[in-house]
T-cell receptor, first 114, second 113 residues
Framework: DAKTTQPNSMESNEEEPVHLPCNHS???????IHWYRQLPSQGPEYVIH???SNVNNRMASLAIAEDRKSSTLILHRATLRDAAVYYC???????????????FGKGTHLIIQP | GAGVSQSPSNKVTEKGKDVELRCDPI?????LYWYRQSLGQGLEFLIY????????KSGLPSDRFSAERTGGSVSTLTIQRTQQEDSAVYLC???????????FGPGTRLTVL
């Protein structure tokens, strides 16, 4: 499976934008890029996903490089509630009978300073 | 609406005992996943159910682990003869189908003494 690389941790100030990078240089043409986040003592929650084009939703934006070897999750205005571990994950819509479970790495621990 | 629920929220057991963990997925979701998360680690995929198809068990770490899903809804993860290394948070997720976002439950924290 294609793997992702993320910084272990990042720090940002409240009410400022946050850009969380993810490298996935071995991504295949059918891999979707998913982002989930996990708040302390909770299960992960879906944030956003995309294939080739940039995506926006109420939580965040996803900017995907033209060669798809990297992507950036953008939180436009961070709040203290955004402090969490953010996971960048590649997933194929059909893996020929193989595991459809998401492969979570260690993610980026985002710290928000008030 | 109701999300994914799991029970118990915490389970403490002695080494060698069997445990059962329960997951109630979101109603109507055909896909159900089990993961585990050891302290300070990312999530490890265990098993996946899709509709009435045979489950994908490729992530189960040993034959002491098994899971079933009755009636396409509730799922039970069973760990036999528990070991201390089984201590972790066990997370269940469901999805409308294999292509959609996964909704996670709050997890069951298992401690094996």
């Amino acid at each position: 499976d294609a793997k992702t690389t993320q910084p272990n941790s990042m720090e940002s100030n409240e009410e400022e934008p946050v850009h969380l990078p993810c490298n996935h240089s071995t991504i295949s043409g059918t891999d979707y890029i998913h982002w989930y986040r996990q708040l302390p003592s909770q299960g992960p929650e879906y944030v956003i996903h995309g294939l080739t084009s940039n995506v926006n939703n109420r939580m965040a934006s996803l900017a995907i490089a033209e060669d798809r070897k990297s992507s950036t999750l953008i939180l436009h205005r961070a709040t203290l509630r955004d402090a969490a571990v953010y996971y960048c994950i590649l997933s194929r819509p059909y893996s020929g009978g193989g595991a459809d479970g998401l492969t979570f790495g260690k993610g980026t621990h985002l710290i928000i300073q008030p | 609406g109701a999300g994914v629920s799991q029970s118990p929220s915490n389970k403490v057991t002695e080494k060698g005992k069997d445990v059962e963990l329960r997951c109630d997925p979101i109603s109507g979701h055909t896909a159900l996943y089990w993961y585990r998360q050891s302290l300070g680690q990312g999530l490890e995929f265990l098993i996946y159910f899709q509709g009435n198809s045979a489950p994908d068990k490729s992530g189960l770490p040993s034959d002491r682990f098994s899971a079933e899903r009755t009636g396409g809804s509730v799922s039970t993860l069973t760990i036999q003869r528990t070991q201390q290394e089984d201590s972790a948070v066990y997370l269940c997720a469901s999805s409308a189908d294999r292509y959609n976002e996964q909704f996670f439950g709050p997890g069951t924290r298992l401690t094996v003494l």
